[in-house]
């Protein structure tokens, strides 16, 4: 397969590629997909399948073309793979570059895997404004897939909004009863921390000769001038701790969740809440080496992912709205990404990686499923529901199994990634792990919980008896969520290996970063 994918030059376009398919699916639907007038009412309508056909087989071909990656990527090589570079904004400096490492390379993958399944799970809940509403799920993937791949900063801002603006207008169009308060309020919360990193991003291309927006350069380039650098570090840690969301900048997802149509859920969960613990590992670590590594900044942050854990575990356990319970658990499960990425050990890097991919594909499915017993009952009210596993029996076996992987079970996904990463961070920040182990319990507690309450007590109401099991199309999709648990859940090892060189990268960056910035410099910084 390598030597196939290096005979058609697979490393020098697959970066583009990914970013302009989706493009080409919003164009056609756009397009090629007109509305007719209905021959008996006159009213206008859109055929639904044939627009949902072009946005499935958009993201299907996505998927597809990014599988490659597994392939033509090498585990060995800590540098940038399948990089592209070209001029862009000349006068600002600003260039078209593109490139992968270990840490982006499942970010993408997650999001290829999971586009496609959202669509697929959630085939028919949208009925009206459907030529608008994948068109922005298509433009919203670009977005995402821009963000995880771009080494300029001024075009990691630009598909930072990119995908942003979509997001907005699926919660305020399509979202529940309240969907204009928690579409403003997620567009407000993340367009505040946006536009200080945004401010930030001005400041270290003055300060660095306002020459370049490149990655690479500022990184160079870039002097610790004493309380700016925490200053600087601060306007990104605010826009990444918002999209995580860290504890207590968490107050947007809950309502964005609740109020979100399924596959917006999906896609919020699964993909977009990693863009911020993608940010700290990829920008404000290896920019802000000492203010990050700062005992007192540290511990605070550390602390804060800790409250995180416990405070998202405690509060899922009270919500009686399935999908409010599952939100919390996204701040929980997000508070151990923040502590492995600040204990910065190698493993418990690799273990922060691999609890961000493990969530994705977890909390993804739990959404999706939450929104196929939605389309069925029209409640996600736990106290409605009851013994239902005597009615949908295969949609309760396969709920069971997601559960079960998000709360760590040994031989799923989610026990590989918290695992690892309470074992790398014990090394340099135990206290904090001991009190984060407490969120495994309380984990075991909501989840456990609020599957007995749903599935396994008496069963109750006629209408419950009669619910209708997963048809063969969402069979498919929870089974290949299925297939992907257990197989990061049983054999880790080939993940594991690819993320290795670049959270081993990432922690030597870093710490030698924050040693040189305790090290007087007597060299002239250029200033903005």
Same mark, same amino acid.
Request: aromatic share 12%.
């Given at each position: ?7 058609? *030059?697979?490393?020098?376009? &697959? ?8 493009? &080409? ?29 072009? !946005?499935?087989g958009t993201l299907l071909i996505e998927a597809l073309l ?14 940038? *793979? ?15 570059? #593109? ?42 993937? @670009? ?27 699926? &919660? ?17 919360? @993340?367009?505040?921390?946006? #536009?200080?990193?945004?401010?930030? &991003? ?8 306002? =020459?370049s927006f490149a990655y690479e350069h500022i990184l160079a380039?870039?002097?610790? =001038?004493?309380?700016? =650098? ?8 605010? !826009? ?51 203010? !990050?590594?700062?005992? =007192? ?21 009270? *919500?009686?709205? #399935? ?39 977890? @909390? ?56 690892? @990463?309470?074992?790398?961070?014990? *090394? ?73 060189? /670049? /959270? ?16 007087p410099d007597t060299s002239t910084a250029v200033q903005p």
């Amino acid at each position: 397969m390598r030597d196939w994918l290096a005979a058609v *030059q697979y490393a020098t376009w &697959i970066l583009p590629a990914l970013l302009v398919v989706p493009l &080409i699916g919003a164009l056609l639907i756009g397009v090629a997909v007109r509305p007719a007038k209905h021959p008996d009412t006159e009213e206008e309508y859109v055929d639904g399948r044939r627009v949902r056909a072009i !946005a499935l087989g958009t993201l299907l071909i996505e998927a597809l073309l990014s599988a490659g990656m597994w392939w033509a990527f090498d585990p060995a090589d800590p540098a940038w *793979q399948f990089r592209v570079d070209f001029p862009w904004i000349t006068d600002w400096g600003a260039r078209f570059t #593109l490139g992968v490492d270990g840490i982006s390379l499942f970010m993408i993958l997650l999001t290829t895997f999971i586009m496609p399944l959202a669509l697929m799970g959630d085939w028919t809940s949208v009925r009206t404004k459907l030529r608008t509403h994948y068109i922005l799920l298509l433009i919203l993937t @670009t977005g995402m897939v821009g963000v995880f791949v771009t080494l300029d900063l001024l075009l990691f801002y630009i598909f930072w909004e990119i995908m942003l603006v979509p997001m907005y207008f699926i &919660i305020g169009m399509w979202g529940g009863e309240r969907r204009t308060y928690a579409s403003v309020k997620f567009f407000l919360y @993340t367009m505040f921390g946006s #536009l200080l990193m945004l401010l930030a &991003i001005i400041w270290l291309w003055a300060g660095t000769g306002a =020459t370049s927006f490149a990655y690479e350069h500022i990184l160079a380039n870039f002097r610790h =001038t004493g309380a700016a =650098t925490f200053w600087l570090f601060g306007a990104f840690f605010l !826009a990444f701790a918002i999209k995580v969301p860290l504890f207590p900048f968490h107050t947007w997802l809950p309502d964005a969740h609740v109020e979100a149509p399924t596959t917006g859920s999906v896609i919020l969960a699964a993909v977009m809440l990693k863009m911020g613990t993608y940010g700290f590992l990829r920008f404000a670590l290896p920019l802000f080496p000492a203010a !990050a590594m700062h005992p =007192t900044v540290r511990a605070i942050i550390l602390g804060l992912a800790v409250v995180s854990i416990v405070y998202g575990a405690l509060v899922a356990m009270v *919500q009686p709205d #399935l999908k409010k319970l599952v939100a919390y658990s996204s701040v929980s499960h997000l508070g151990f990404v923040m502590l492995g990425i600040f204990a910065l050990t190698t493993q418990s890097v690799q273990g922060a990686l691999m609890v961000m991919v493990s969530h994705g594909i977890s @909390t993804g499915a739990l959404f999706l499923m939450i929104g196929m017993l939605y389309e069925r009952a029209h409640t996600r009210e736990i106290a409605k529901f009851g013994g239902i596993a005597r009615s949908v029996p295969m949609f309760s076996a396969f709920f069971l199994l997601v559960a079960l992987s998000s709360i760590g079970l040994p031989g799923t996904n989610g026990f590989v990634g918290e695992f690892v @990463t309470l074992l790398g961070a014990y *090394q340099t920040a135990p206290l904090f792990v001991i009190i984060a182990s407490t969120g495994v319990v309380f984990a075991a507690a909501y989840l456990l919980w609020g599957v007995q309450r749903v599935l396994f007590n008496p069963l109750r109401g006629e209408a419950n008896a009669t619910l209708v099991d997963l048809n063969r199309r969402e069979l498919a999709v929870v089974g290949v969520f299925a297939v992907a648990i257990l197989w990061l859940g049983l054999a880790p090892g080939p993940v594991l290996r690819r993320m290795e060189p /670049a /959270a081993s990268r990432l922690v030597q960056q870093v710490e030698r970063g924050a040693q040189l910035a305790a090290v007087p410099d007597t060299s002239t910084a250029v200033q903005p």
